[in-house]
């Protein structure tokens, strides 16, 4: 009979304790993001999927398809494609296609780092979602060029 | 005539729990038989979230499975992170700068604190209070936030490189962690343990359920918080100490009741133990490179290396055998909680269903870890 009695006891001790903390809490202002009302801060280190850098004065791409980022990628998501450069004392190659399938990336960041021209970066956009796989098969240099244009 | 159910107790049935269940934290299935409502047997069934992850090591090189060792423990990923680091720099012959290693074992304890929280969450969450996960969730949150920062990512890091890490802290990431553990310490009596581990209802549950012997704890190698709430002190970062851990003053809490409820404190007083080393860490950092000396394309002497770390559930081996070439000739892992597992079916006979699970969610089960 006594641990009848100390169980009601404590139990509604612990019952009162827990509604005076949560009541408490209660009245205090929320700390959940309200996204999409409030967007999110993002730090200087955010993963966006990669995209390449545009030279300031002409706009083209940096990257001399050398292959490192290709061959770093652990999940093989990266193929580029480049032709010699044209032109008079035009040397090294120049970059004709760069496609990303974003599907396998798993944004370990390897390209990024492997890259010894400053060619690669990650982007910040978060807002991805989509109902077409056709969407997440990104051509980066559409994109640089889209970048220019925007530019201007 | 029949017989009145009374007196039928040969008479027992099949339950299938999982692969999806909420109970199971990912996709475990375990076949229960039970009479009524006691388990007669349990038989843990894996597989479902292979990956084959050691495999994937074998074909590339040893830098490209480095994301891959978050994605199995992603609870714990730096621990998975450091480990797969150490192996391979044991091989190769790699040193690394003291500040590499400071900002280690500072980021690793932090994701440890935040892997406690979450299983602290998760399991009452499957004793049936929703209001804790919500507090833990708050904390854990500026812990997230304050990795992304120096790492990129939020929950499957790729942060430790062979020689170092990514990316060097700074002094705002630094002040962020000094708030953060004033902010847990003064959150932790009254949100913690006035709220839940006080609380009767909670002590009820998990009071004297879930025995594990240390004689069973030996027998199916149990280690982390399920060997050490049963009285066994071992920790690999006191008995094998590796990276910077030695110069650290902490202790390693081993409860001697071997139920769920000490298990609990053993992760409880943890989280307060991290805190400690991150403070110290914090002190103590020293300033310098973040990147030591290491060659572009590893090939290792052929050989075989092994090397341990502790993770949130325990302690991780990574064994690699090398042939002399750019790519690990084969790597194996031994996980914590597959070990934490096994000893499910033996200690859950016996139980009512409602206590086999409790004790299922007190041993911090995260499947892609087992399955891999």
Known sequence: ?152 | MTVPISLRHDETFVLNLGPQHPATHGVLRVILTLDGEYVVKAEPVLGYVHRMHEKLAEGGTFAQFMPNTARMDYLHALAFNHGWALVVEKAAGIEVPERAEYIRVITVELNRIASHLLWWAAFLLDLGGFTPLLYAFDDREKIIDLLERVTGSRLTYCYMRFGGVYNDIDDEFIAGTRDFIKRLRSRMPRFYHDLVTHNIILIKRIKDIGIITPEQCRRYGATGPVARGSGISYDIRKNEPYSVYPEFDFDIPVFDECDSMARYMVRMHEMEQSLRIIEQALDKLPDGPVMGKAPKVLKPEAGYYYSAVETARGSLGHRLVCDGGKNPYKVKLRSPTFSNLSLYGEVAEGMMLADALAFMGSLDLVIPEIDR
């Not at chain 1, 300031?56 to 010699?84: D, M, W």
Request: contains cysteine; hydrophobic residues 35%; glycine residues 8%.
């Open chain 1, 1 to 152: 009979m006594n641990g009848y009695w100390s169980d009601i006891f404590t139990g509604s001790k612990s019952l009162v304790t827990g509604l005076l903390i949560t009541a408490r809490e209660f009245f205090k202002p929320v700390v959940t993001e309200q996204y999409p009302y409030e967007v999110p801060t993002m730090t200087p280190l955010f993963r966006g999927h990669i995209e390449l850098i545009g030279n300031e004065e002409t706009g083209q791409p940096n990257c001399v398809v050398c292959g490192l980022c290709q061959r770093a990628c652990p999940s093989i998501c990266i193929s580029l494609e480049g032709k010699k450069a044209e032109g008079e004392g035009a040397k090294g190659k120049v970059l004709t296609s760069y496609v990303l399938d974003f599907t396998k990336c798993s944004l370990c960041g390897s390209c990024v780092e492997s890259c010894n021209f400053n060619a690669l970066r990650f982007s910040k956009e978060y807002n991805l979602a989509s109902f077409d796989k056709n969407d997440f098969i990104m051509d980066l240099l559409k994109r640089v060029e889209d970048q220019n244009r925007c530019k201007h």
